[in-house]
C-alpha cells in the first residue's frame, strides 16, 4: 500500500491539468478502500473509465440504456445473469448488455476497471444504500 | 504462445453468441501477429474495445471527433505529443483527447488495449499503407 502522498499523484506530471497525464491504476487502486464505490479516471468522449474496488455480493439490477464493461485487474468477480454465471480473472473483461440483470459477486476482494456511458448509475433501475450519485474523480 | 485452436475460442462458452461472453486478453493477444492492426473484442454502447500489438513508430495523426483510450498490457508505449512524450508501462493508461496530434512509439512489442468510438479510424486524418478501414472481430 502506497502513501496517501503517493497515491495522491495519479498522474503523470504532477499539476498539470490536462488529460494527456496517464494514469497508473496501481496508485489508483491504492489511493481509496472502500468497495462499491467507483472513482472517475478519465473520459473518453460520452464515456467514462472508473475504478472500483468489490467485495461481496451487490444488488441485482439492470441499466436501461448502459452498456457496462468489467475488466477485471486483481482478484476474481463472478458476474450472476439470472440463469448463469461467468467467472473472470484477471485480464478477462465482460460486457453486460444494457436491459441485462445482473448481480456482481466478488468472493473476496476484487479490483476492476469499468467502462461505461457517463450517465450509468452503479445500482442502475435500484436505489438503495449502495447507490452512489456523485464519484470522486481521481484524475 | 497458445495454439491457434485454443486461441481461436476467446469467449467464456464457445458457440454463444451474446455479448454477455467473457473475453480473455491473454487469449485474444495470442490469436494474431500483426502489428498496427487492431481487432475488437466488444462493444459498449457506440464505443469500441479493440486490442492491437504495436512495434516501432506510427504515424503522427490527429482524429477530429474522437478520444482515445491507450491502455497498456503488456511492453512499453510512448506516447509523443508535439511537446513532449509520456511513457507507458503495464497497468498505465492515456487518454489523448480529439484534435490532439500524437505518434505512438513502442521500442519492443508492446500489447494494448484501445477504448474509442466506432466511428475511429486508425490513422486519424492521415490515410497511408496503414490505414485499416475494416477491422477483423475476435469476439
Redesign the interface.
Given at each position: 500500500m502506497e502513501s496517501l502522498a503517493v497515491a495522491g499523484t495519479l498522474r503523470?506530471r504532477e499539476g498539470e491539468g490536462?488529460?494527456?497525464?496517464?494514469?497508473?491504476?496501481?496508485r489508483a487502486f491504492a489511493s481509496f478502500a472502500e468497495h462499491w464505490s467507483p472513482r472517475i479516471?478519465?473520459?473518453?468522449?460520452d464515456?467514462q473509465?472508473k475504478v472500483a474496488k468489490l467485495q461481496g455480493e451487490f444488488v441485482w439490477h439492470h441499466h436501461d440504456?448502459?452498456?457496462?464493461?468489467f475488466?477485471v485487474?486483481t482478484g476474481r468477480l463472478v458476474?450472476r445473469?439470472r440463469d448463469r454465471e461467468?467467472s473472470?480473472e484477471p485480464?478477462?473483461?465482460?460486457?453486460?448488455?444494457?436491459g441485462?440483470e445482473h448481480q456482481p459477486f466478488a468472493p473476496e476482494e476484487c479490483h476492476v476497471?469499468l467502462?461505461?456511458?457517463r450517465s450509468t448509475l452503479n445500482t442502475g433501475d435500484m436505489e438503495n444504500e449502495r447507490t452512489v450519485r456523485t464519484l470522486e474523480r481521481l484524475a
Open positions: 503523470g490536462t488529460r494527456m497525464d496517464k494514469v497508473n491504476l496501481g479516471v478519465g473520459d473518453v468522449n464515456m473509465v440504456q448502459e452498456d457496462e464493461l475488466l485487474v458476474m445473469f461467468v473472470l485480464g478477462e473483461l465482460i460486457i453486460v448488455p444494457r441485462t476497471l467502462f461505461e456511458p
